[in-house]
């Protein structure tokens, strides 16, 4: 859903302050949120690429050169619907069929269980658990496992093969990798001067 849909149907419903997210990067957005009643912003996206970030810098080049059409919206990650870069990785995702979908998630939940050091009874509880308030079936319960994985083959690892890189449209508006205190101090100045030009 559009952030400008999104946020005044939550401004209007609620009554504890708002903090906007998606799509945000520079001061004229600060402005708008502001201006649709939210208290602030959140980024995702736009700290992934700052100097600061510990992403690797092969990883955060590869986001630098992406465009705005070059996520995808998929469940096939875990489930749930994901915002990604659509790597050649994604497709695959999106196009094994169920069973290697599931076969990959299950493989994935094993090397979770030797990263995290869980025991197995452990990791069928928090299974259990997870089915309860989710209301997952249990292919989804296992897709669930492979997240962690994925984003860490990724983000950590940097790999761009078998990792997945979550992503906002937003990185297609973004270039250079400036720190986070350049990024604040930039948007605050920005946002306040559209705020007095008005
Ligand atoms: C590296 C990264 C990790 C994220 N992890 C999560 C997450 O664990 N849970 C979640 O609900 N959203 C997650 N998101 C999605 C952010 O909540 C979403 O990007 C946020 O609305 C900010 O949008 P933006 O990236 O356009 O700034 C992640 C986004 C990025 C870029």
Redesign the pocket.
């Known amino acids: 859903m559009p952030t400008t849909v999104l946020l005044p149907s939550v401004v209007d419903a609620v009554d504890i302050p708002v903090v906007a997210?998606?799509?945000?990067?520079d001061g004229r957005g600060l402005a708008a949120a502001l201006a649709y009643g939210a208290a602030g912003?959140?980024?995702?996206?736009?700290?992934?690429l700052t100097s600061d970030s510990t992403?690797p810098d092969a990883v955060k080049q590869y986001y630098l050169g992406r465009g705005t059409t070059d996520t995808v919206l998929t469940r096939r990650v875990d489930g749930v619907p994901?915002?990604v870069l659509r790597t050649p990785m994604v497709e695959k995702l999106d196009t094994a069929g169920p069973v290697r979908g599931l076969a990959r998630a299950a493989g994935n939940a094993v090397r979770f269980r030797r990263l995290t050091g869980l025991s197995l009874p452990a990791m069928l509880r928090e299974g259990i658990r997870m089915k309860r308030r989710s209301g997952f079936t249990w292919s989804e319960v296992i897709m669930a496992a492979n997240?962690p994985m994925l984003?860490r083959a990724g983000?950590v690892d940097g790999s761009l093969d078998s990792g997945v890189?979550?992503?906002?449209?937003?990185?297609g508006l973004l270039d250079g990798l400036p720190s986070v205190e350049e990024l604040i101090d930039g948007i605050v100045d920005e946002a306040e001067a559209v705020l007095r030009k008005w």
């Open positions: 997210a998606g799509g945000f990067y912003i959140a980024m995702g996206t736009r700290f992934l992403v994901h915002r997240t984003l983000l890189l979550a992503s906002g449209q937003v990185v």
